[in-house]
């Protein structure tokens, strides 16, 4: 095999372009034996599997993949057997795992296939013995490191062997992307002048235009053939397999349009293979995303949508709570009376044994006042008694007077009732007598409840619904009306198996709670309100959208059904 044969030329040329290659091999099949025209390999390459695929492949119509240890094989006729006994490019690369990664370089194989036909064909005398070859000029260009001098050095060099005064080229990456000009072979003077450079950009657009028009699906409608669309008054527009359109105009030529668009056509793939091999993964992934509009935003958009509902997320239940002191001490009157005074009222700190208010005694102290006088005059009886030594009548007046006793300190002790006082120290949380005064109270009527201040716990009302999924222990958080943007921890303790009576709705169930690591410089009221969350566990986000019309579904149709 010549080192410097066309195959090994390409090959030398057309796999640093590809991405993730370690070994190429172009063969030609003579009778049922592979016979290698060129190779390509980094260190450690095995020239000999090469062949052995090959062997396989040579009956294939189109490209084929397979794969072996850690190895992936590729192989894509470059000739038809009716040209040179067909021949073929077999690559070698390390494991490809991903789908897209091999569609990507099926793509530059046959992107590069459709170079080495047109170099076999038309390289020897695309414009004369007297011109360079075009090899040389291809090999020219891709030894330049930067694009944008590759490309000007490319138009420079062509409108030479063409024999123009100036070269354009403009590339405009899909349908509905810019156009803009590449390079431009006197471009000392055009560069300068805004207006040629917008007039050459004018003039291309019909080209390009009628190019995406003419555009269509090869047979199996999945790449595109390099055409020329275009190739009035020395214009050439051809697209590459991207989707790209390459735009060459070439002014006052004197070279025949039909040598200028072989090529150009032989051009076009070297410049799409460059072009793609600069490009950032960012831009690939635009370019083919503008490619495939509006079917891959389509698909992208419901791809997006199945893996959103198949993320896990924290599932949390949702519940109205109120906090309530652990424990609640009624102040209720002692007897029917009135109100004389009110000392505090709902929200009020008192402290213990503070006075909260006072009923009326005037009654009481009336009746204490005429006991006291009957218990003097039957003191009184009782010792002249004694002195008249009369003993039955002593025992009467004694006993009398043991009675009015009794009957005084009744009066005493509903008089010491009438002071409601604190029982502990706390808060009020419920009663207020400051605008009721003179105001009957039963017997038995609950006027204030106390609660301990700074000991709470918090009552949760939870939807029957969510009941299954509530454990003692679970954790949550709590969101006060007070202070919305400040989040309490709590504890569920303890579940109730009695519903709430509510008023239309679902039944709601009782669940205390315990707040725990409450900030110092929080103030807490016995009766504030809030939501609470609490955490039942993580579940998709299509469950947690769709379980409760689900659950609704299921229980219609068990009851509608015999």
Same mark, same amino acid.
């Given at each position: 095999?010549?080192?410097?044969?066309?195959?090994?030329?390409?090959?030398?040329?057309?796999?640093?372009?590809?991405?993730?290659?370690?070994?190429?091999?172009?063969?030609?099949?003579?009778?049922?034996?592979?016979?290698?025209?060129?190779?390509?390999?980094?260190p450690?390459?095995?020239?000999?599997?090469?062949?052995?695929?090959?062997?396989?492949?040579?009956?294939?119509?189109?490209?084929?993949?397979?794969?072996?240890?850690?190895?992936?094989?590729?192989?894509?006729?470059?000739?038809?057997?009716?040209?040179?006994?067909?021949?073929?490019?077999?690559?070698?690369?390390?494991?490809?795992?991903?789908?897209?990664?091999?569609?990507?370089?099926?793509?530059?194989?046959?992107?590069?296939?459709?170079?080495?036909?047109?170099?076999?064909?038309?390289?020897?005398?695309?414009?004369?013995?007297?011109?360079?070859?075009?090899?040389?000029?291809?090999?020219?260009f891709?030894?330049?490191?930067?694009?944008?001098?590759?490309?000007?050095?490319l138009?420079? @060099?062509?409108?030479k062997?063409? @024999?123009?005064?100036?070269?354009?080229?403009?590339?405009?990456?899909?349908?509905?992307?810019?156009?803009?000009?590449?390079?431009?072979s006197?471009?000392?003077?055009?560069?300068? =002048?805004a207006?040629?450079?917008q007039?050459?950009?004018?003039?291309a657009?019909?080209?390009?235009? =009628?190019?995406?028009?003419? =555009?269509?699906?090869?047979?199996?409608?999945?790449?595109?053939?390099?055409?020329? +669309?275009?190739?009035?008054?020395?214009?050439?527009?051809?697209?590459?397999?991207?989707?790209?359109c390459?735009?060459?105009?070439?002014?006052?030529?004197?070279?025949? +349009?039909?040598?200028?668009?072989?090529?150009?056509?032989?051009?076009?793939?070297?410049?799409?293979?460059?072009?793609?091999?600069?490009?950032?993964?960012?831009?690939?992934?635009?370019?083919?995303?503008?490619r495939?509009?509006?079917?891959?935003?389509?698909?992208?958009?419901?791809?997006?949508v199945?893996?959103?509902?198949?993320?896990?997320?924290?599932?949390?239940?949702?519940?109205?709570?109120?906090?309530?002191?652990?424990t609640?001490?009624?102040?209720v009157?002692?007897?029917?009376?009135?109100?004389?005074s009110?000392?505090?009222?709902?929200?009020?700190?008192?402290?213990?044994?503070?006075?909260?208010?006072?009923?009326?005694?005037?009654?009481?102290?009336?009746?204490?006042?005429?006991i006291?006088?009957?218990?003097?005059?039957?003191? /009184?009886?009782?010792?002249?008694?004694?002195?008249?030594?009369?003993?039955?009548?002593?025992?009467?007046?004694?006993?009398?007077?043991?009675?009015?006793?009794?009957?005084?300190?009744?009066?005493?002790?509903?008089?010491?009732?009438?002071?409601?006082?604190?029982?502990?120290?706390?808060?009020?949380?419920q009663?207020?007598?400051? /605008?009721?005064?003179?105001?009957?109270?039963?017997?038995?009527?609950?006027?204030?409840e106390?609660?301990?201040?700074?000991?709470?716990?918090?009552?949760?009302?939870?939807?029957?619904?969510?009941?299954?999924h509530?454990?003692?222990?679970?954790?949550?958080?709590?969101?006060?009306?007070?202070?919305?943007?400040?989040?309490?921890?709590?504890?569920?303790e303890?579940?109730?198996?009695v519903?709430?009576?509510?008023?239309?709705? +679902?039944?709601?169930?009782?669940?205390?709670?315990?707040?725990?690591?409450?900030?110092?410089?929080?103030?807490?009221?016995?009766?504030?309100?809030?939501?609470?969350?609490?955490?039942?566990?993580?579940?998709?986000?299509?469950?947690?959208?769709?379980?409760?019309?689900w659950?609704?579904?299921?229980?219609?149709?068990?009851?509608?059904?015999?």
């Amino acid at each position: 095999m010549a080192p410097n044969s066309l195959a090994s030329q390409w090959l030398q040329r057309l796999c640093p372009m590809l991405p993730k290659i370690d070994e190429a091999l172009v063969v030609v099949m003579r009778g049922r034996e592979a016979v290698a025209l060129g190779h390509w390999a980094k260190p450690g390459g095995d020239e000999q599997a090469l062949l052995r695929f090959a062997q396989l492949a040579a009956n294939s119509p189109s490209e084929r993949f397979v794969q072996r240890g850690n190895r992936d094989f590729f192989a894509l006729p470059l000739m038809s057997k009716g040209d040179d006994g067909g021949e073929f490019v077999v690559v070698a690369t390390t494991h490809l795992a991903e789908a897209k990664t091999r569609d990507s370089l099926a793509k530059f194989l046959k992107a590069g296939a459709v170079w080495y036909q047109l170099l076999k064909h038309n390289a020897p005398a695309a414009v004369g013995a007297a011109q360079p070859p075009i090899a040389e000029l291809i090999a020219e260009f891709i030894a330049i490191d930067r694009l944008p001098s590759a490309h000007t050095v490319l138009v420079s @060099r062509l409108a030479k062997q063409v @024999r123009c005064d100036q070269i354009a080229l403009v590339y405009q990456p899909n349908r509905s992307a810019k156009a803009r000009v590449l390079a431009i072979s006197d471009a000392a003077k055009v560069w300068q =002048q805004a207006d040629a450079v917008q007039g050459l950009l004018l003039q291309a657009k019909p080209a390009l235009a =009628q190019a995406f028009d003419a =555009q269509s699906p090869v047979a199996d409608g999945s790449d595109r053939d390099v055409r020329s +669309p275009s190739t009035d008054d020395g214009a050439l527009a051809v697209l590459d397999h991207w989707g790209g359109c390459w735009y060459l105009l070439a002014d006052d030529g004197q070279a025949a +349009p039909a040598e200028i668009a072989s090529l150009w056509q032989a051009l076009v793939p070297v410049l799409a293979l460059r072009q793609q091999a600069s490009l950032s993964p960012l831009a690939k992934a635009r370019g083919l995303i503008n490619r495939h509009k509006p079917r891959y935003w389509l698909w992208l958009l419901l791809a997006a949508v199945i893996v959103l509902l198949a993320l896990p997320m924290d599932y949390r239940i949702s519940a109205q709570a109120e906090l309530e002191g652990i424990t609640q001490r009624a102040v209720v009157a002692p007897a029917d009376g009135f109100v004389r005074s009110s000392f505090f009222r709902a929200g009020d700190i008192v402290n213990k044994g503070d006075l909260i208010a006072q009923l009326d005694d005037d009654e009481l102290k009336l009746e204490q006042k005429q006991i006291g006088n009957e218990i003097a005059e039957l003191d /009184r009886q009782y010792r002249q008694a004694l002195v008249d030594s009369d003993l039955s009548q002593s025992r009467v007046v004694k006993s009398q007077l043991a009675q009015s006793q009794a009957q005084l300190d009744i009066i005493e002790h509903r008089l010491g009732r009438t002071q409601l006082i604190a029982p502990f120290a706390g808060v009020i949380i419920q009663g207020d007598l400051t /605008r009721s005064e003179g105001a009957p109270v039963d017997k038995g009527q609950v006027l204030f409840e106390i609660a301990p201040a700074g000991e709470f716990r918090l009552v949760l009302l939870v939807d029957e619904r969510n009941m299954a999924h509530l454990t003692p222990g679970s954790a949550g958080d709590l969101y006060l009306n007070t202070q919305p943007g400040q989040g309490l921890g709590f504890v569920v303790e303890r579940i109730a198996h009695v519903a709430e009576a509510q008023a239309g709705g +679902p039944q709601k169930y009782r669940v205390e709670a315990t707040l725990s690591d409450l900030p110092a410089e929080l103030v807490l009221q016995p009766g504030m309100q809030g939501v609470a969350k609490v955490d039942a566990g993580r579940r998709n986000l299509i469950w947690v959208l769709l379980h409760r019309p689900w659950h609704w579904l299921v229980l219609k149709w068990w009851a509608i059904t015999p």
